[in-house]
């Protein structure tokens, strides 16, 4: 089963074990250059961010994965997925000011994606 597909796990599994299947899987989508899957690797670690009390990291991920989105012309969305789960943009909006919200969805928009993937894959839990 690909990771990806088991990294959805989140709903269920703690958000640690979600969150390093979703760092394998973005990486390796990285690596294979499956930009589709890359952004949906990140809207989903989004997420986690966001669970995990990390909101600011959930908004770079989710813009991150927005742009990405736009550039390659679209791809695959939670929505198709028909999760019940909170977008990881409108949970964090429930935590953050409006200015807290729009410095990480500038930098997930202007980062390089490197560096968005890098932080993605290095970020832990503290």
């Not at 890098?118 to 970020?123: C, E, G, P, T």
Request: no cysteine; charged share 30%.
């Amino acid at each position: 089963m690909p990771l990806r597909r088991l990294s959805t796990e989140h709903r269920t599994a703690p958000h640690d074990e979600a969150e390093e299947r979703l760092r394998r899987a973005l990486q390796i989508g990285w690596e294979l250059e499956n930009l589709v899957g890359v952004a949906t690797d990140l809207h989903w670690l989004g997420r986690v961010a966001v669970a995990q009390g990390r909101p600011e990291d959930g908004v770079v991920f989710a813009a991150a994965a927005s742009r990405l989105r736009d550039l390659v012309g679209g791809g695959l969305t939670v929505q198709l997925y028909q999760f019940d789960v909170d977008n990881p943009v409108d949970a964090a909006r429930r935590e953050l000011s409006d200015a807290e919200f729009e410095r990480p969805w500038a930098i997930g928009h202007a980062q390089p994606l490197d560096d968005v993937v890098a932080q993605a894959v290095d970020s832990a839990r503290e």
